[in-house]
Each structure stands twice: as C-alpha cells, then as structure tokens.
C-alpha cells in the first residue's frame, strides 16, 4: 500500500501551478484572484500550520486522513483541481455534506433491495462525506470517512450532475489530485486549432514515450506499451487514445473504442472503420446518429465510405482484403474458415502476420477482418494476445507461443452443456471423401437421380440467422415433412459434415435416414441424439451406409433398442446403455467411439461461434402411408 506521507507535495504542486500558468493566454484567466495566481505561478495559498490543521480537526470532530493533513502543511486550499472545481477547501471551508444536495434520496431511488456495500456507499457517502468542494461547476468531491485503507486514508467521490455516470472513487486524496491534474492536461490539450499548441516539459516526455510505446507495441510488448498508453491518454495525449484503441479492441475489449485521431484519417479507414462501424452495427437498432459523432472532423468522403461499410457489414456481405503476402494468407484463411476450419485458418494468418505491413505509422495491427463474418469469429481474447504478442510491421522480437487449437479432435464435445444449456439435441451426417460444396447435393436428391436443381448454398452464417432468413425459395410446407436446415463443413482429414442443432421431434417410426442416398461411391454416417432432450424420451440413432446402400444401424428410444446389419462391437449399442441414469454417459462414450471407428471430428468453434454455408435437405420423414393424416400449405 503506497505510503502517502512520503509524497513531497511541494514540487508537485508547483509543476502544476507552472504548467497551468504557462498554458493561458493572455486575458483568459476568470477573475482577479485566477489572474494573481497566474502571475505568481501558483494556485495555492499559504500553508497551514500544525495548529490551524489541529484547530480543523477538532471542529470537525475527526482527525484528517494523512494525504490532505500533508497536503494543507504545503497549501492551505487549492484553486482550479481539475476544470470543473474552482476552489477545494482548506482548513476554514472543509465541512460536513450532511445531505446539504439531498442527492442521498434521488441514489437511494434507485437501490436494489439485495444492494451491496459499494452501492450502499453510493447513498450513504451523501450524510457523512466531508465536503471539499467550494466553488465548483455543479460537482461535488467528498472524502468518505468510513472507506478507509490501512494507512488512515480515506476514499475521495466526485460526481458531478452533467454526468450521467455513478460517483468516481479514488482511493486517497493525492490519487484525486493526481487526476485533476491529468484532468487540467486533458482539457487543455483538447484545442480547436485557432489556439496555441499546449507543449511543456511533460506533454514532450508524454509524446515521446507514446512513440517508444507504439513501438514497443509492433515487436509484441503490447502490455508494456498499453499502459504507457494509457496513461498518456489520461492526459489527452493525441495518438494515445487511438493507438490504445487497436490493442482494447484485439482483446475484445469493444465498448468505448473509437480509435480518436485515426479513424478520420484516409490512410487508417480502410483498417478502422470496419471494426468501428460493426460493433455500432451491433448496437444501433438502425439509428445511426452516433456514427457520425464518432467521425467529427471527417470529410464526406470518408463519411460516405463509413456508411457504405455499414451496409456492408449489416448485410453480412463485408469482406476483408490486404495486399501482399499477409493479404493472400487472408484469402486462404477465409476459405478455410467459411468451411469450418477455424484453427489452420488462425494458424494461416498467424504465419503470415510477420510479413503484415501498416498502412501508416501509426497502425499497431490488421483490425478490418475483425467485421468480416468469416473471418471475425476466429477472434477470441487468447487469439487477441497473441496476435498482439507477434512481432509485425517491420519490428523484429521473440515469437509468442502459439494459443491452444479449439477444436476437439474429438465428438464428444457434443455431450457436453452449451453455453445457454440450449443444444439437448442435434444430428448430423459425415461423408467420406466428399469435398463441403458436394454435401448438399447429396442430401436434396430424393430420388438418386442426379437432379438436385433446388440446391441452395446459403452465404455463411450462424445457423440461428439461418432459421430468421425468410424461405423464399419454400412455397409448400407440410406436417409431414422434415427437412433438416443444415450447416456444412469439413469434419477432419478426408471427412465433410451437414450439422443440425435444432432439429425436429425424433420419430423412429418414421425416419428415413439420409446415410445411404448419400453415401453413393463412398460412406456416410447419420448420428441424431436428444439423450438429453428432457421434454421427451431420450433416443439415440445411429446408420452407416457405403456405395448407396447401408450396412448398419441401431435406433435407442427410452430403453429399448432396435438394430440392423452387422453392427461392429465397438458401437454395440448393448454396451453404452444399461440404467436410465446412464444415458448422459452413453452418449459421450458413443460420440467417442464414432470418433475412434471414422477418425472424424466437428468443428466446435465454427460451429457454435462461427459462420458456416447452410442448406436445407430433403425430408428425414417418409411420405404418409393409408390412413396416415397430415396437412399441407402451398404458397402462390
């Protein structure tokens, strides 16, 4: 814990006085006393001696935590702390809040009745803060003598009405000051252009050590150079905050990343805008005033380009392009990943980034193919790390160790709990020797005669998007019917996958299984399992056909099983169901067995993350027999 009484306030407080002198010009300054404090560079008072603090504390009827008690030996009050406080108390000013704004009742609102200690304080701070603010810009700064550390220091809350946002926290009273100082930077450095250029001693050393920063950033020390960054920004540094952007934004770090400085320059768009513009995409609801906001000083150009790319990225129809030899490792990434194999398309990218070159100096990393819908969902907060941790852009440094694959080599990955505990049942079918593209005729042709004019390869996507695009194509729908909507993809070395998350109520009375249409000149295998579904029995199903014929299967329904052809022991179904209780069991030692007799595998990444063509096969159902009922609705 920092020891506060050994912080000399004096040369500090003398910087700032100096620098905030420094950075007025003439007649700026708000009145006579702003003016003397200008002319004398410094915003202080005299300092209090031990017996005026003394005669403080015993008014108040507290003795003061040790970092304004030092403070006060240095200045007895302050002027200007930040923009927005004009006066901070000294000894004669200091005094109790006691609801005096009556902000205890309008916090207390809003709490929930389980509410914890922080929010608690966030009400109660109003009674028994004492109030350090004096003339101030409708903000309050009140140390809470009930948050107190080891050292007797007690916690600072400013909150001001023009800010819709809870009380801020420091923890003591030279960290506040610390930041209003950080504060006078970020508010003076913020000129139109018509001022003067606020330079000093420390805006140098701030600017030159975001340069060693952006540097450190491209041999892979973006820890390091991230918090240089953001310190800097805390200064309001340019460049800073738009360099900190890109590493935030590659840790998945999306809310309030705006790439300030960078976004507005025609060399940077073509990298930031994308990223910018999808994550507004995700939240706008279609009122796109924001985006603008986020573009001030940009020309019409780049505003058009802006709204363009989210068209683009709205219709899922973006797509992220380089040049050179890290551009061509895209393309080859992309195709990998639209078919399901998101580790090599990471490992694509990943050894090709060394040779990625920056469209200017100020670019730390690739970030347009993070709105790319292929490409985007490769990103995760590990990938981000180490993407950030290679060394790129020309710098040379240690190679990181490369993140850990995805995907299982395994199905069994299947039987495990999704996220929303939604998946309790799925299918899916594996060709052999089949290449992705070819899975889909395979599956739409009924009647073995080659005619699959109906094919429809959608445009990758999540299978739950897939369900809201309207059937445009569908004009009959019948209760009868079952056609599964599928995604596609490669399951492994010599293997490609249809993959239904969602799919119909399990009839085994009915069910036509589609292994042995598609397994015309090679072998398929149909899997569909709802052990887990707990609104019906559970069932498990299993066929395997080769050269259009099928050679095996068995069909689990709540205890009972039924089988055909020669099945091989290791997916005997006798020995993976027993007891009831089991069934959970069974159908990850059943995944594993499937694993081990094909040697295929799904990608669960792409699959519950990424964006995969669909289709939609023919029915899983045969046609209705004599005195079968059914319904049938045809559309004009």
């Not at 008014?59 to 304004?68: D, F």
């Not at 067995?593 to 040697?599: D, K, L, N, Y």
């Amino acid at each position: 814990m920092t020891d506060t009484t050994a912080f000399d306030w004096r040369p500090f407080l003398l910087k700032w006085s100096g620098e905030w002198a420094d950075s007025l010009p003439d007649g700026e300054t708000q009145g006579e006393d702003d003016e003397a404090a200008r002319r004398a560079r410094w915003l202080g008072f005299p300092p209090a001696s031990e017996e005026r603090i003394a005669a403080m504390e015993k008014r108040l009827g507290r003795r003061m935590p040790p970092s304004y008690r030092e403070f006060l030996k240095v200045s007895d009050g302050w002027r200007n702390a930040g923009e927005f406080v004009w006066l901070l108390a000294g000894t004669e000013d200091a005094r109790w809040h006691n609801d005096e704004s009556q902000l205890a009742d309008v916090f207390e609102e809003y709490l929930d009745e389980d509410a914890g200690p922080e929010e608690r304080r966030e009400v109660d701070i109003w009674r028994r803060g004492l109030q350090l603010d004096v003339e101030s810009d409708a903000t309050y700064v009140l140390m809470d003598p009930e948050d107190v550390d080891d050292n007797g220091e007690w916690a600072v809350y400013t909150w001001a009405s023009w800010r819709a946002a809870p009380p801020n926290r420091y923890a003591n009273f030279l960290e506040f000051m610390r930041d209003m100082y950080r504060q006078f930077h970020s508010l003076r450095s913020d000129k139109n252009d018509e001022e003067p250029t606020f330079v000093n001693d420390t805006t140098r050393e701030l600017d030159a050590l975001v340069e060693e920063a952006r540097v450190e950033a491209l041999r892979g020390g973006w820890e390091r150079a991230g918090k240089v960054l953001d310190e800097a920004k805390e200064y309001g540094r340019p460049r800073a905050g738009g360099l900190g952007d890109q590493i935030r934004r590659l840790l998945g770090q999306t809310h309030a990343v705006y790439f300030d400085g960078l976004v507005t320059d025609p060399r940077y768009a073509p990298e930031l805008l994308p990223p910018l513009v999808a994550e507004h995409a995700a939240h706008s609801y279609r009122d796109d005033s924001t985006l603008t906001f986020h573009l001030r000083g940009a020309d019409k150009d780049l505003v058009s380009l802006a709204y363009a790319t989210l068209e683009l990225v709205r219709n899922g129809a973006y797509r992220y392009t380089a040049t050179g030899p890290f551009g061509e490792a895209v393309e080859r990434a992309r195709e990998l990943a639209r078919w399901g194999e998101s580790d090599r398309a990471w490992r694509t990218l990943m050894n090709a980034l060394p040779l990625w070159e920056p469209l200017g100096p100020d670019q730390l990393a690739p970030l347009g193919w993070v709105a790319d819908p292929i490409l985007g969902p490769l990103l995760t907060q590990e990938r981000g790390r180490e993407l950030l941790s290679t060394p790129r852009g020309g710098q040379a440094g240690e190679a990181p160790t490369p993140t850990a694959a995805l995907d299982p080599d395994s199905l069994a990955w299947l039987a495990e709990p999704d996220p929303g505990n939604n998946r309790t049942s799925y299918r899916f079918v594996l060709m052999e020797d089949v290449e992705p593209e070819d899975v889909p005729a395979r599956l739409t042709d009924a009647d073995g005669d080659g005619n699959t004019d109906g094919v429809v390869l959608n445009e990758p996507m999540t299978l739950w998007d897939a369900r809201r695009q309207p059937l445009q194509r569908q004009r009959e729908f019948s209760s009868y019917g079952d056609r599964a909507l599928m995604a596609v993809g490669r399951a492994g070395t010599g293997w490609s996958f249809a993959f239904d998350d969602d799919p119909a109520p399990f009839d085994g009375q009915r069910l036509v299984s589609p292994a042995a249409a598609a397994s015309a000149g090679t072998r398929a295998v149909v899997v569909w399992s709802g052990l887990r579904a707990w609104y019906r029995d559970p069932y498990f199903h299993l066929s395997v056909a080769r050269d259009g014929a099928e050679q095996y299967a068995f069909t689990y329904v709540d205890g009972e099983i039924k089988r055909s052809g020669e099945i091989p022991q290791a997916l005997d179904p006798s020995r993976f169901f027993g007891d009831r209780e089991d069934d959970t069991e069974a159908e990850r030692r059943l995944l594993e067995a499937v694993t081990a007799e094909f040697g295929a595998a799904l990608p669960r990444h792409a699959i519950v993350s990424g964006r995969l063509h669909t289709f939609t096969t023919r029915s899983w159902t045969r046609p209705p027999q004599d005195g079968e009922t059914y319904a049938v609705i045809r559309m004009s």
